[in-house]
Each structure stands twice: as structure tokens, then as C-alpha cells.
């Protein structure tokens, strides 16, 4: 995995990649940024000069200067305020919309991407978060860093002044090294505190939505578990102040260190000037110039530690961005050298030694299958909990590419077919779908986008999921708001959730691949078996059309034994195929589990 702050390479990229996103949010206020916080900067450093000035001509009574010098302090202190507030108000701006376009690419980026690799590996939930809490630092890009150019030029024209009383006094500034050297590794530590809060925030954050979301009300309430989690959401966040604080106490201790070295040579240095004034050898001018541009310097470095490590802590937050991005571009790629999903399924689906293990796990989930899924057949799978049904369907819609082996349609790999293009014709309804709080028309029709607006086609849906009569239940039919979350919003059943999902996966009329992965498991026995023999009917009706393919995974064997193939899994491995009365006839797994199931029926 790839930090920010591990590869210097990688910040120059994440650099550019901050700056493209502020000159991309708001051009001209970006060119304004840079013009304002310049000037400010010189107008700061002409304030010195002007101090200089007045200095010299105070014991030689020169007026001239003395006037000129009084009307540049004022000038510059003038600029300086008028300067700030301007660049404030543009710094704001700038802000607002960088944070709302870099909202907007992260929605782009894990929207886009067509695996769910990024919301189930944990270093990237961590980027996710951490991104989440952080996306204001890209609007911070381009002042932080002009403000650090300025200040830079600002210790430099200051040393200069301060080498005119004598050359030994630019030790002074590199006292200052420490300071900033140390910046990095603080900021550093703070990466490494969010890194290690992160999975803490999770915790925080899923303690927070069992106590207050309305999905765990009935259990939290009955359970007696609000002084649980009010205790767990205690210990949590003791937990995450304490690693904040322990962070906090570091990086203070590194700033105070550096600090208290150039602290020491700044009193060296005007013990220095003292004694060269009480031996004759420097004037009053220079004491009180040393005096005041060694503070000016001291805050200087100050300032421009705390901009270099603002500027690091944004550097690591962009290489968060920049990361998630590579890994969305990755496997988005595969579209652009990708084939074309065929019209029709003519063979069907192959897979050839597939294997898959989760990010971080161990353990494969699915191991060593092969298998032919024939065109125009239906499929159910079975298995134990865990044996790898919804895996091994995840894999068949692309949501995740095999770690080993390779999945065909029709001959052509999978993982080089557009998947935009295998999207289009792939229908899919999954027991743990979603639940969109849309109007009804929309929850469904979103099935086929191309199809949303088109009301009969979302009433036909609706019937070939047998919830024909769903919309009259509700108040306002298909216009009717879903979620409780809204003033004129709906919540409905389990079941009645399940058949809005049953029927977005019907909204595709000619799908090469149906699955549906327990998606009937709210409704009763008998409503799963009539509809899927309404569906094994309808794709028996289309197969010479589009040799479609429908995968049932289901724990019900009454609907099962419908399928023309069975694939039995356990462990990840495949151990049986074939149709029912083979399966029964060989007397392995599935008829022991067919049995088991008929015998508490009787
Ligand atoms: N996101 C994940 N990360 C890591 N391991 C996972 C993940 N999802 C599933 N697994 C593991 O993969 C194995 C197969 O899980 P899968 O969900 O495919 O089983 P299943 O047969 O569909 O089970 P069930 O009948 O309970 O739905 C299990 O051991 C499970 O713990």
C-alpha cells in the first residue's frame, strides 16, 4: 500500500493532483489566492525593511527618512490588513468549492468503480473515512502553499537584514533547521493517529447508528441494550481521545524542542549584540534591530513549521484521494480494452478452476470450481451458511474478479468484457438488498435506467415479481415517497421491501443472467415456489431469444428441484452437480439435505 509520506515521489503527484483540483473547483479565485497571499507576503516583508530605515535614521536625525520611513510602516501595515481580509474572503470561497468538487469525485470514484474492493478491504474503508472527515484540506492547497513560499522569502530577506549588523548572526537561522525538520516527522505522527483511530471511528460510528437507527430499535429496545452501548460508545471514544492525546502530547514535545533550541540561540545572539555595543563595536540601532528581527525570525519559523506540517497533513490526506483513485482507475480500465458483451448467450458460462479469496482473509471462499452453466438453463445453488453461494454469484455479476481461474461467457473472459456492457444485461436481487427511499416508480425502475420514466414497464415488473397489487396498498400508488426518513415517507414491511427489490431485478426484459440470491427469503414457501416457476417459465420462453441464464440460491428444496441443474456447494468446493433426480439418485449431500428438509415437512 502506498503512504503519502513513505515515498517522496508519490507527494510530488499528490501535489500536482491537489493543485489540479483547485485550479479545476475555481480558476480565477485560485490565481487570486496566489496574487493576494504574495502580496501580503512582500507587504510583511517591506514592514521590516521599512523598521530598518527608521532605525538608521533615528541616531543620525535624518527627517527625510524619518518620514519616509513612518509613511512605508504605515503603508505596509495598511496593505497588510487590507490584503488579509481580501485573501480571507477568497481562502473561504476557494474552500467551499474544492471541498464540494472533491465530494462530488469521491462520490465518482467509489460509485464508479465497478468492484466492491474498496468498501471491503480495511485499509481503504480507512481512506474512505479518513477522506470523509478531511476533504476540506484540499481547499487549502494553494493558500498553504503560497503562504509557505512567502514565508520563506520572509525569512530570507529577515536573515539578510539581520547579517547587516554581522555575518555570526545567520547561525541564528540555522538554529531554526530543528524546527522545521521536525515539522515533518509531526506531521507524520498525526498520519499515523489517524491511521490508528481510524477502525475506532468505525466503531464510534456503528454503536452510534445501533442506538439511534430505526432498523435496530425493536431489538436495542428489547434486548435493554441503550446503557450497552452507551457504555461501548464511552470506552470507544475514551479510546480515541486517548490516542489523539498521546499524539498531540508527542508532536507538542517535538514543537517545543525545536522551539527551545533556536529560543537558546536567540539569547546568544542578543547577549552577543549587548556585549559588542558595551565594547563600542555595534550602535544602539543594531541592538534594537537584532532584538526585533530575531523575534520576527523566531515567529517566522514558528509559523512556517505549522504551514509545513499543514502542508504535510494535507499531502497525506490527497495520497489517501490519490490512492483510491489509482485503485477506482484500475479496475475501471478494464473497460477500455474490453470486449463487448454478445446479444445473445449461445454456449453460456464457463468457469475454469475459479477461486476467490476476500482481501485479508485467509481462507478462499470458493476453491478449484468448474463448471458449465449451459445457455438458457435455470440454476439453484445450494450449500450450508458460509459454503459459498453468494460469492460465487458476486463473481458471476463481476463484482469481484477471481483470484484464481477464470470465469467465460460465451468463450470470452470476463474480466476483459466492458463491465458497463455485462451491467446492461445482468439482473440481480440479493436477500440484503438495499432500500432505496425513492418514490416507489423510482425504486423499482432504477432496475433498467433506461426504462425509469416508462410506468408501464415498471407496473410489468411489478407483476412478474407477483406484487401487482403492491402500488394500491400504498397512499399515493407508484408516486408513493419510500423511508420513514421523509414527512410524507412510507416505511413498508420486510416483505413488501423485498418485493420492490424482487421487482427491480425484473425490470430488465432480455437479461443474459438473472440471479437472485435469496431474495424470496421473507416471503412465504409457497409464493417463492410459484414465482420462480412463473420465471423458469417466462426464460424457458426467451432462451432461444437470448439464452439467458437463472441462478436461484436458495435454502427451500421444494423450489430448487425446479432448476435443470443443482450445484451443491460445501466449503468453498463444488461437490455435486446435476439435476434433482440425479442428486437423489447418487445419495451425496443434497440428497441428505433434500431429505432432512421433506422429513420436517411431513
Ligand atoms: N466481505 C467478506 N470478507 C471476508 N470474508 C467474507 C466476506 N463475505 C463472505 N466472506 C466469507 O466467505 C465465505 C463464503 O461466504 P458466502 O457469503 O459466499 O456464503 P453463503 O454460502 O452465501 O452463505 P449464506 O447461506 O449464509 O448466505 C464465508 O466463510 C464468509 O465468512
Known amino acids: 500500500m502506498i503512504m503519502a509520506e513513505s515515498l517522496p515521489g508519490k507527494r510530488l503527484t499528490t501535489a500536482a493532483t491537489m493543485l489540479r483540483f483547485a485550479w479545476a473547483a475555481d480558476p480565477k479565485r485560485s490565481l487570486l489566492a496566489l496574487v493576494l497571499f504574495t502580496l501580503q507576503a512582500l507587504a510583511s516583508t517591506t514592514f521590516a525593511w521599512w523598521l530598518k530605515v527608521l532605525l538608521d535614521a533615528v541616531p543620525a536625525a535624518d527627517l527625510t527618512n524619518l518620514f519616509l520611513a513612518t509613511g512605508g510602516l504605515a503603508l505596509s501595515l495598511a496593505g497588510n490588513t487590507v490584503l488579509s481580509h481580501g485573501s480571507n474572503q477568497v481562502l473561504l470561497a476557494l474552500r467551499e468549492r474544492t471541498h464540494a468538487l472533491v465530494e462530488r469525485r469521491m462520490v465518482e470514484i467509489v460509485g464508479h468503480t465497478p468492484t466492491l474492493d474498496i468498501h471491503e478491504t480495511p485499509a481503504y474503508l480507512t481512506h474512505l473515512e479518513v477522506?470523509?472527515?478531511?476533504?476540506?484540506?484540499?481547499?487549502?492547497t494553494v493558500p498553504s502553499l503560497v503562504n509557505l513560499f512567502a514565508t520563506g522569502i520572509r525569512i530570507v530577506t529577515t536573515t539578510a537584514l539581520l547579517v547587516t549588523v554581522s555575518?555570526?548572526?545567520?547561525?541564528?537561522?540555522?538554529?531554526g533547521l530543528p524546527t522545521l525538520l521536525l515539522s515533518s516527522k509531526i506531521s507524520r505522527l498525526y498520519h499515523l493517529g489517524n491511521d490508528r483511530t481510524a477502525e475506532i471511528y468505525r466503531r464510534t460510528a456503528v454503536l452510534y447508528d445501533l442506538a439511534t437507527k430505526s432498523e435496530c430499535a425493536k431489538e436495542t429496545r428489547l434486548l435493554r441494550l441503550g446503557p450497552v452501548l452507551v457504555r461501548r460508545f464511552h470506552v470507544e471514544?475514551?479510546?480515541?481521545?486517548?490516542?489523539?492525546?498521546?499524539?498531540?502530547?508527542?508532536?507538542?514535545?517535538?514543537?517545543?524542542?525545536g522551539r527551545m533550541i533556536f529560543l537558546l540561540g536567540y539569547f546568544c545572539s542578543l547577549l552577543l549584540v549587548v556585549h559588542w555595543f558595551a565594547t563600542g563595536r555595534a550602535s544602539i540601532g543594531d541592538v534594537a534591530l537584532t532584538a526585533v528581527l530575531a523575534g520576527q525570525i523566531l515567529s517566522l519559523l514558528a509559523s512556517s513549521a505549522e504551514l509545513l506540517q499543514f502542508a504535510w497533513r494535507n499531502l497525506a490526506t490527497a495520497g489517501r484521494y490519490v490512492e483510491l483513485e489509482g485503485i477506482s482507475r484500475q479496475a475501471r480500465s478494464r473497460s477500455t480494452a474490453a470486449a463487448v458483451t454478445p446479444a445473445r448467450l449461445r454456449d453460456g458460462i464457463r468457469l475454469d478452476q475459479v477461486s476467490y479469496r476476500y482481501p485479508h482473509s485467509t481462507r478462499p471462499a470458493l476453491r478449484g470450481i468448474d463448471l458449465r452453466l449451459p445457455a438458457g438453463s435455470t440454476v439453484a445453488v445450494v450449500g450450508d451458511n458460509g459454503a459459498g453461494k453468494t460469492t460465487l454469484v458476486k463473481l458471476l455479476t463481476g463484482l469481484y474478479l477471481p483470484t484464481d481461474g477464470k470465469i467465460s461467457i460465451d468463450g470470452v473472459d470476463l474480466a476483459t468484457l466492458d463491465p458497463e456492457s455485462w451491467r446492461r444485461r445482468t439482473s440481480a436481487g440479493f436477500q440484503d438488498h438495499a432500500r432505496f427511499e425513492l418514490p416507489l416508480r423510482e425504486a423499482i425502475g432504477i432496475?433498467?435506467?433506461?426504462?425509469?420514466e416508462d410506468e408501464a414497464a415498471v407496473r410489468t415488473a411489478l407483476q412478474r415479481a407477483g406484487s401487482a397489487d403492491l402500488p394500491a396498498a400504498l397512499p399515493a400508488g407508484l408516486q408513493t415517497q419510500l423511508g420513514p426518513s421523509w414527512t410524507d415517507g412510507v416505511d413498508l414491511s420486510g416483505g413488501q421491501w423485498q418485493k420492490i427489490a424482487i421487482s427491480r431485478a425484473m425490470m430488465r426484459t432480455a437479461p443474459l443472467l438473472l440471479v437472485l440470491d435469496e431474495p424470496t427469503a421473507a416471503l412465504d414457501a409457497d409464493t417463492e415456489h410459484r414465482l420462480f416457476r412463473q420465471w423458469a417459465t417466462a426464460s424457458e420462453r426467451i432462451k432461444d431469444t437470448s439464452g439467458a441464464i437463472t441462478i436461484l440460491v436458495s435454502h427451500r428444496f421444494s423450489t430448487v428441484r425446479m432448476a435443470d441443474l443443482i450445484i451443491v456447494l460445501d466449503h468453498g468446493e463444488l461437490i455435486e452437480t446435476g439435476d434433482h433426480d440425479e442428486l437423489m439418485a447418487r445419495g451425496g449431500l443434497y440428497a441428505d439435505l433434500f431429505e432432512l428438509q421433506a422429513r420436517s415437512y411431513r
Do not use: Q
Open 131 to 140: 477522506l470523509e472527515r478531511e476533504t476540506w484540506r484540499f481547499g487549502e
Open 167 to 175: 555575518p555570526a548572526l545567520l547561525l541564528l537561522a540555522v538554529l
Open 237 to 257: 471514544y475514551r479510546k480515541l481521545i486517548g490516542v489523539s492525546r498521546r499524539v498531540a502530547v508527542h508532536a507538542e514535545a517535538l514543537g517545543l524542542a
Open 447 to 452: 432496475g433498467d435506467l433506461d426504462a425509469i
